[in-house]
């Protein structure tokens, strides 16, 4: 059900005086069900996610609570909630409170404009895909709260590498999106999904692995996750929290996936595009849980890169690529639109031809330029000359 | 405008998810980038070398499975060979190879461990983890399979072995050997070439040949540095003379290196064992040493190539039932001199990644 | 290189997804099995178990029926619950000397309880603080009588530390399934201390019993 129906419905039984209440009531209900819909999602997420890779690494997962374990989200959210919330003596404890929170709503917010049909609540936000990228800023704020306000030198470090991180990987992310903004014509996400005669995964291949790779940094999972990589800090800038708080922000961080495959669904595969007998609904869901796979599958093969080394492969290896992609983009939309500003699906075929070339040559380009060559030896290894079993065979 | 900052001194460990144990460094940083560090360890000190000393040489063997618990059948064999070559004890044939095959495959399941620990530190969410310890699973079952224990073993006796091989263990363990090096390519196939490691491990944690002899470093890691050191060819035990195997070395003693020179040590262990398997002649696994061994007035120091380096064991005999003196050389315990020019001027994620290179165990390097 | 190592690495883990032979995991105690396991169990097949038993198969596929699991072991485990016979049993005291911890205790009496039966000796206490016992087996290869053996079970939690010394009557009322570890003659049996039948004191000597005569004979030429 739409906004607009619920506003409706609802102002049937009102007096025309108090409109603005009605308008305000319609927000809460609609506000309520996202949210809820969206915790539930996340619980179900983070048994799919623990599930899987206990199946990638020859584990069993939690299968104990309930059918196949699926109540397990339950069993772990009540632990969280009796157990006692500790909050450092020496914390901040106005910030070190707000922290979760913060980091909680732009999930949320996110999800009002993902047009999941034809009118959902704030799909037709003209201005979605700034929206999106404004509002997703908003958690490296929440990060350097929580690392600061809780005066752990571990979650100091783990702050520190997040505000560094997370800022530097808004620019590849909104520069890959870019490339999509010029085909598209439009930053409405649900204009962007309607001009997506063919998906824009295949026509901009590498805008898409931009975005992956920036969206997965911007929620910290595998092989950016340094901001609480356990190894290393042992949590990161959520160290210190314990109780309702963690809980937060591990339903916030469990809730970035589903947000990023949502995002990406929308402006890479179609959205809600697909072949007619099934609802668009079900494609999108789909999409966006094959999205979801995906980037398990990652976090389950690949370590995690060096926190410079994540600083340069934004600047140094994502950024030209983005440039480069839009660029292209806009060059192939100058030569290949219509007089009236529009596009053909066969242009668009032909893009997308070009597109992939420029996509393998610009990454052998910036992998080579990067240095990528060196990693290998050639030779075989000289051993030393300072301890030599021939020689101790010899007397 | 120069900015004002300040080193953060930080305790890592004892509980620290990638220190292995009970090891504590106290590191400074500047930002992210280690400008001291000081190990401090004993946490898990339980006075080995002084129990030794009110225990009889047998009741020794199971102090010695405590060392490195994940190597505890060398361990057991380092002790014993040292009792033999104190007391003049003979093993009969068949005994040596199987603690050859034993060694082996125990080479292969610590080498798993560390390889596997390594790559959890480098933040491979336990996937490379769980590999390994499924593949170490399997040597352990065939471990349970000699002496009934998996982890704690106390399977070899001054003399010889505590009991001979049952008959399901040799197909048990052709089985094995014939999926090993499958399971290798497999690790492999997700660590060797992948590129986030390589560019995580190569040039990192440098060792240079000399500060690793120097260092009396010793194992994989002094052979990673290039120097080609192994007990087993420089001065073979046993019947590693009857055995053909190769020594891995490394480039440049970098953390790649070790990696790597672990893996290529897991598939020369496996060629040993094929060849064990083929070899080992029929007859008895003990000679008749007393079970209180009373070794003549005199001291001894053997030591054999374990997983971790050379461990050797130095027995002080006064004639007893208990040895005067037992003291340990522990491999763990010395590689770590070299952890401090390993790891300054490296970041805080190096660091750990540095130190789970070195492989060290903590049982063994308090003792 | 440019990433095709790591891709690589995603194939290696995508086969370990899939391939069934990789997936190593047991579940214990309880194993959770699906419905057409359930109905193998049972020799029928899935539809005419899901006719018979619905409220069962509903329940398998919601994944709640649950078979208890042993995990397969070898007769050699060194377990705990030593498996000890005071029909062999001197009270030589070895096991107590040779234990590296000195956790068994054992008390003797001369009081002559038992001479009809032709011992000397009463076995009056023996505890073993299994608490404190690591499993070493220096007990078990020291007995010269093959009284003491290992045991084969390890699912020995208890409350109380002092529950977990093992004592005589305890000792005396176990099931008599000892492991094979150091017991050559045992294992020569094919004996599996995980089926059901256990061991008499007969048959777990290293030698055969002497016969009378034999035993005779032996005094007599001494
Ligand atoms: S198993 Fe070892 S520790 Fe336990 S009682 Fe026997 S000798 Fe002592
Ligand atoms: S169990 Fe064996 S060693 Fe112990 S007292 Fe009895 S006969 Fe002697």
Redesign the pocket.
Known sequence: MSFDQLYDLLDRFVPESIDWMVFTVTALILSLAVINAMVLCTALYTWFERRMLGRFQSRIGPNRWGPFGLLQPIADVIKLLVKEDVIPVVADRAVFTLAPVVLLVPALMVFIVIPFGEQSFLGKLNVGVLFILGVTGVNTLAIIMGGWASRNKYALFGAMRGAAMLISYEVPMALSLIGVIILAGSISLVDIVSSQGIFYILVQPLAFLVFMAAASAEMSRAPFDMIESESELGAGYHTEYSGIKYAIFQLAEFMAPLVTAAVATVVFLGGTKGIDPIPGQVWFLLKAFSVVFVLLWVRATWPRLRVDQIMGFAWKGLFPLSVINFFVVAVELFVLQEPDGTITNQSMMIMTGINWVVMVVSIVLIATVLGQGKLQHKLPPQPSSLANMAASEGD | MAIKTEPITINMGPQHPSTHGVFRLRVTFDGEVVVDVEPVFGYLHRGTEKLAEERTYVQIVTLTDRLDYTASMSNNLAYVRSVEKLGGIEVPERAQYLRVICAELQRIASHFVSIGFMLQELGAFGTPLMYCFRERERILDLFEMLCGARITLSYMRPGGLIQDAPEDFWPALGILMESMPEYIDDLEGLVTSNEIVLARTRDVGIISPELAVNGSVTGPMLRASGVQWDLRKANPYEVYDRLEFDVPIGYQGDTYDRYLVRVQEMRESVRIIEQCIKQIPGGAIQSEAPFFVRPPVGDVYDAIEAPKGELGFYLVSDGGISPYRCKIRAPSFINLTVLRDMLVGWKLADLVVIFGSTDVVLGEVDR | MYGLGMVRGMGVTFKNLVLPSRQFAVQYPNRKISLFELAKENDTDVVSFAINNPVQAIKALAGFVEVPVRLPQHSRFRGEEFT?YEQ?????????KFCPLGIIK?VTDTSGKYEQDGGKYDIEVFDIDIGRCMFCGL?VQ????D??HMGSGFEEGVYRRDDLVIDVERLKAAPKKPSTWYRPQIESQNFDPQSDDMREYLDVGRHERPSQDQQVDRWAKR
């Open positions: 000890w062999r049993c001197t009270g030589c005291a070895s096991c107590a054992i007990c020291a007995c010269p009588y009284a003491l």
